[in-house]
Each structure stands twice: as C-alpha cells, then as structure tokens.
C-alpha cells in the first residue's frame, strides 16, 4: 500500500480544485455536444490528449517506461473500466443537464467504500459513512431532484435513461479506484494515467473506427469545447490517479462530490442558469459535510 505523505488539509483542498476542474470539463463537453461532437469523439480525443500529455511528462522528468508484465495487465484491466466509465459519463451529459448526471455518479465513493470492505482493503471511517449520505441528501436539494411539481414518476421517466448511464458510471469507476489502489499504489502516478488512458484512447479509437461513430464538431465553439474538455480532463484525472492514492481512496474520494456544487456555479457564470434559495442551501450542506469529513483525525 502507498504511504500517505500529503497532509489531510491540504489534500481535501487538492481534491475540491479537482472536482471543479472535472466540473468545467463537463460543462465543455455539453458545449461540445451541442455543438455536433458526439460521445465515442469525446472520449477518444480526450484519452489520446491525455495519454500524451502524461508521456511528455514521463519523458522530460526522466520515468522510467518499464512495467512488469503483472502490473501491465492490472492497467490495461483498470483502463478498460475506466474506458467504460468515460462513455457512460458522457453519454449521461448528452442526455439529461449535467449536474444531475453527475449526482448521480457521486454514488461512486459509497460503492467504493463498500466495495473496499467487501475486499478485505481499507475500512471506511465512521466520520466518513456519516458525511457521505448527509452529502447526498445536499446534492439532493442542490440539484432539485423532485423538480417543481414534486412528481417522482415522470422525473424518472424524463431523466432515467441519463441516470442509469450515470449509475453505469459510478460502478465502474469506484471498481477502478479500489484495483488501483490495491494493485497500483507503489506506482508512479504519471505512469498509471498514461497506461489507463493509453488503453481507453485505443480502445474508443478501435471501437469508433470499426462502428463509423465518430462525430466531429460542426463549427468553432465546438472545436473550442473540445479542446477544453480535453485539457480539463487530462488534468483532472491525473491529479485524481497522482493524489488519491497517497491520501487513501476510501476516506477522500467522497471530497470530489464537490464537483456537481462547482457545476451549478460554473453553469451560472457561463450559461446564465438561475440558482434557486433551496438549491444555494444544498450547496451549503455538501460543503459543510466535505468540511467535517476533512477535520477529522486520519
């Protein structure tokens, strides 16, 4: 297991930059969607800048490549899982507003969680298995789950299809974040981002090509969108694969369900979408809950 070498307060505020630079890559994306890219496009371009982003870096502080061959294997199985939650993230944005695909995939650090335990892997603080629901009971109200006419049914009817992608989402990457941290802790963060996106940028570009379904963007806002994105997530993700692992995934991965929070305020700032006085109270929860998880002693 990795060494936890970065103090608690520093990593929780890491974590919460994070969350809003994911937060600006999806409210891009939606950009980008709108603007004639497509799913399999965004994922394949994004997994391709990443990976050599992350190789240039590898090269000029002098990494070594070699990978023992057990270890290339763990990569390419966790690349495939996080290939999978990359187009099912996606797909979510495409069809429902995007801060309510990403309540639903802030599921991620209770499967993770459970998914340790079930293991045999690091146990979940109790302050941590308080602060998460309460978390979600804030991203509730943050996002407006009921909607205005309190009609449950036909919000499902409106939004599943977006939801269950997004579910789809969170099992695959809290399954991911568990091997790496027990397979991958010792190695190098740079190198593990490069593997997995290597994997996911080979597998969408393969599936893409073989499917004719690629989509690129139908004019320069798009073109634009799509760089961002890419550019967000690269970093985003790296810092996540760099970070958690020296923190310990279990405890902290549920600091990133700040990243729906920053979503509403960027989605204010850049689209011009009202926030209403239930939803700013929401906010205030979430961020409580994040601030009370992280004063607690490691």
Known sequence: MAEHNIPRWAGIA????????????????????????????????????TAFFVLLLLLLSNVS???ERKSLGHSVLIGLLIAVQSYCLYSAVALIPVALALLAFQTFPMLLALISWIGGGER????????????L?????????????????????????????ALGASVSFATALFLI?????SMDGRLRSFLFMSVVAVVTIAGGTLTNAFALP???TGWIALALLTLFYGTAITSVFVLLPKLGAVNNAAVLNFEPIAVLGLAWLILDQAVAPLQILGAFI?????????????
């Not at 890491?14 to 890219?37: C, E, K, P, Q």
């Open 14 to 49: 890491l974590l919460l930059v994070i969350a809003t630079v994911f937060g600006s890559n999806h409210v891009a994306a939606r950009i980008a969607f709108d603007h004639g890219t497509n799913v399999t496009t965004a994922v394949a371009v994004r997994s391709a800048g």
């Open 65 to 67: 490549l070699k990978v």
């Open 124 to 135: 979940p603080s109790r302050r941590v298995l308080v602060a998460m629901p309460v978390a």
């Open 137 to 165: 009971v804030g991203l509730a109200l943050a996002l407006d789950v009921y909607g205005k006419s309190g009609d449950i049914a036909g919000r499902w009817a409106e939004v599943g299809a977006g939801v269950l992608w």
């Open 181 to 185: 941290t027990r397979w991958l802790g």
């Open 218 to 220: 139908a004019d320069r």
């Open 286 to 298: 979430v961020v409580g809950s994040i601030a009370w998880m992280g004063s607690g002693k490691r």
